[in-house]
């Protein structure tokens, strides 16, 4: 067995400790020879720690092929005090596999009273918005810009790793140990791509609204920086983002609308004002001008300024016609400077929109 010890480079990207407490996560990846852990080898186990204000990552390298055992008592002696089990598609691969090797030799199972964190079932939603071709972890780093010194895939390494076994040439063990350090690296600068996530969650404030050309453009301070641009087109609504700040481009409509009362059997409508009036209003109307509402006559017309909620939203708003689903908000004084309104307008569009 051997254990090698190298601090990462420092990057930009490596932001997992604005999300997490960092003294409490433990970054990891293995190599294995294959995807079945009754049937392969485990080879190679590579986490990051937070130690002294930087990252450092350790490997255990199963170098004599007979090693699997120890390099994986070694690793649950490691990582006991963590509370934090941070992996790329670990809840996929990393984590059911270890668990059935700790099993295979009696051995605790580590995950049993962690929390996992995979980034990648966390921000796999983001493939259509950012345009990536998949989401394998090298498809994000191309995406952050990152570029590899390693060429090789996993499945590549395993006949490296093998022919190791039988003649320990010193190159090829640089290759496996190189391919699982960056696996490390790019996972922690991956961890950059929460910030998304986070805007989704609403981590977010309304700093200034202005009308331009018949818009309303919201700008919005993010609390966690995004990587990269994003731009969203919702309908007819525009979405941009950078670092810690963010717009959100909504048209504004001049039009008639109906707001439509949601306890219909208690009004009348009357055809020729063509509106919905309380019953205790309109049992002064004559009878042959009234008739019962029904859900879709049940309403008032309103001429004004409105923004779309896309569907019914944060407050029960208007609609061009009963049977649609997008609802507008009218543009009054009071909605314009009730800052939770706001607020709950911006997060609830950019939810919709990063859906």
Request: a negative charge; glycine letters at 4%.
């Given at each position: ?12 990207l490596q932001t997992l400790q604005n999300y997490y407490a960092a003294e409490d996560v433990l970054v990891f990846d293995i190599e294995t020879t294959g995807f ?15 130690e002294d204000h930087r990252w450092k990552i350790c490997q255990w390298f199963n170098q004599d092929g007979l090693s699997e055992k120890k390099i994986l008592h ?60 998949n989401m394998k972890q090298k498809s994000v780093e191309r995406f952050l810009g990152i570029h590899r010194l390693d060429k090789y895939s996993g499945g590549d ?199």
């Amino acid at each position: 067995m051997d254990k090698i010890v190298n601090d990462a480079h420092t990057s930009k990207l490596q932001t997992l400790q604005n999300y997490y407490a960092a003294e409490d996560v433990l970054v990891f990846d293995i190599e294995t020879t294959g995807f079945t852990a009754e049937h392969t080898a485990l080879y190679l186990i590579g986490c990051a720690y937070y130690e002294d204000h930087r990252w450092k990552i350790c490997q255990w390298f199963n170098q004599d092929g007979l090693s699997e055992k120890k390099i994986l008592h070694e690793f649950l002696l490691f990582c006991k005090d963590f509370k934090y089990f941070v992996t790329y598609n670990g809840d996929g691969f990393d984590i059911p596999y270890l668990t059935k090797k700790t099993a295979a030799y009696g051995m605790e199972n580590p995950f049993s009273k962690k929390e996992s964190i995979d980034i990648y079932k966390q921000i796999r939603f983001l493939k259509e918005h950012l345009h990536l071709e998949n989401m394998k972890q090298k498809s994000v780093e191309r995406f952050l810009g990152i570029h590899r010194l390693d060429k090789y895939s996993g499945g590549d390494l395993i006949k490296v790793y093998q022919d190791y076994v039988k003649l320990p040439v010193k190159t090829n063990k640089q290759l496996l140990l190189q391919h699982n350090y960056e696996d490390i690296e790019g996972l922690l600068d991956c961890a950059s791509m929460l910030a998304y996530c986070r805007m989704k969650a609403g981590c977010l404030l309304v700093r200034r609204m202005s009308v331009r050309q018949n818009r309303l453009l919201f700008s919005l301070e993010l609390e966690y920086p995004l990587p990269k641009r994003l731009t969203i087109g919702l309908q007819d609504i525009i979405i941009t983002g950078f670092q810690n700040e963010a717009t959100i481009n909504v048209p504004i409509y001049t039009e008639e609308l109906k707001f439509f009362f949601d306890n219909y059997k208690e009004y009348y409508y009357l055809p020729a004002e063509d509106m919905a009036v309380h019953k205790s209003v309109a049992n002064y109307v004559d009878k042959n001008y009234r008739e019962p509402a029904k859900r879709e006559t049940c309403y008032l017309r309103k001429q004004g300024y409105f923004i779309s909620q896309l569907d019914d939203g944060i407050m029960s708003g208007y609609k061009r016609d009963y049977t649609e689903k997008e609802s507008f908000i009218e543009l009054t004084d009071s909605f314009l400077q009730d800052l939770d309104l706001l607020h709950a307008y911006a997060r609830h569009i950019i939810r919709l929109a990063l859906s």
